[in-house]
Each structure stands twice: as C-alpha cells, then as structure tokens.
T-cell receptor
C-alpha cells in the first residue's frame, strides 16, 4: 500500500536545538500539508505546498519555523531554535491536488522539547 | 474565511447504540466537507466527504453524514457502534480562495461495553 512516510517517529531534544522533520509523500501526489496537533489547539495547519511551491504558510511562526520541498519526494519542516512550546505531534499529509482530494496522513513525528 | 465547530469534545456511548457527532461550519462560499478519523497513535484517515449532489453521504465503517445547507451542519451518524469505533473524529472544511483544509477541534467517541 502507498503511504506517507514521516521520520523520525519520535524526537526528544533540548531547548535551543535545531529539529528537522521529514516527509515522503505518496508518489504522484502533488500537494503536501504540514499540521501540528496539540491537546490545546487541536490540528493547526502550518504549511501547504502544491507542485513543491508553498501556497500558504500563514499558520507557521516565521521566526523559527521553515518548510521546504527540495524535490517531489521530500518535504522538510525545520525548527531552529526549538522551544518547549513546540512540543506536539507534527503530521504530514499528501494529496492528488484537487479541491476535494482525499488526504493521506503519515503517522506523525512526536516532538518533545525539554 | 472558513471555520468548523465541533461542540462536543467527548461523546460516551454504549456498544450497539446509535451515535451522532455534531459539526457546524461557516463559510461565505461553497465548500467541501469531510470527516476524518484518528485512531490512537496514528494519522488521520478519511471517513467520507461531501462534494455536491445528494445530501446524505455514506462512508466507510458504516458511517454516514448529512449535509444541511440551511443549518450549515454536517453531522456524522452511525446506527450501531462497536468498541472498535473508539477514536477521535474530525470534521473539516475546504474551499474559497485559500483552499486550505481546516479541521475542527475533534470529538472523542468513547464506546463502552
């Protein structure tokens, strides 16, 4: 079965360290979403790409977060420097690019910043 | 801008009982509506979606949802739940200029024996 792959599954780091999360979308999908899930805020959209171009990253704190797609098979989300309030589960999802597309989610990266 | 409201954070229900999970949306334009389910320690999976046409949409695992434009609602229903339906359910809306998929805060369906 085709699936979205996220690495690492778990990450524990200290405040101030750089964190890089990776996502391999399903082959042939041309939209990629990054969501952050916390108990308090639920699912927040951080960034949204179509054909590797960022369409919307208004939900992402620009001073410390950055999202890129160096190629069609890899999306990255970086936090530098990380802070304890960044602790959350980060999900990547990919889709076929239509407005009513079904999104396929990865299993998430659980990030703990101490 | 679109938004989604799920008023119930948790819905406890006994096995084999019917259940309804409520979802209301707001939008000034036509939108697409979705229900996703999240099992523990997993990503989200699509249950069903409403695009147009018939207001009653059937999804996987025996779930269905009814689109009501006048009430701006898209409630999820199942006539008889199983223990395995215990999960977090998210309503989502997409459309408009930004075309972002916006999720509600989720409803935890807790099925008890």
């Amino acid at each position: 079965d085709a699936r979205v792959t996220q690495t690492p599954r778990h990450k524990v780091t200290e405040m101030g360290q750089e964190v890089t999360m990776r996502c391999q979308p399903i082959l042939g999908h041309n939209t990629v979403f990054w969501y952050r899930q916390t108990m308090m805020q639920g699912l927040e959209l951080l960034a949204y790409f179509r054909n590797r171009a960022p369409l919307d990253d208004s939900g992402m704190p620009k001073d410390r977060f950055s999202a890129e797609m160096p190629d069609a098979t890899l999306a990255t989300l970086k936090i530098q420097p990380s802070e304890p309030r960044d602790s959350a589960v980060y999900f990547c999802a990919s889709g076929t690019g239509t407005e009513h597309e079904k999104l396929f989610f990865g299993s998430g990266t659980q990030l703990s910043v101490l | 801008a679109q938004s989604v409201t799920q008023l119930d954070s948790q819905v406890p229900v006994f096995e084999e009982a019917p259940v309804e999970l409520r979802c209301n949306y707001s939008s000034s334009v036509s939108v697409y509506l979705f229900w996703y389910v999240q099992y523990p320690n997993q990503g989200l999976q699509l249950l069903l979606k409403y695009l147009s046409g018939s207001t009653l949409v059937k999804g996987i695992n025996g779930f269905e949802a009814e689109f009501n434009k006048s009430q701006t609602s898209f409630h999820l229903r199942k006539p008889s739940v199983h223990i395995s339906d215990t999960a977090e359910y998210f309503c989502a809306v997409r459309g408009g200029a930004t075309n972002k998929l916006i999720f509600g805060t989720g409803t935890l369906l807790a099925v008890q024996p």
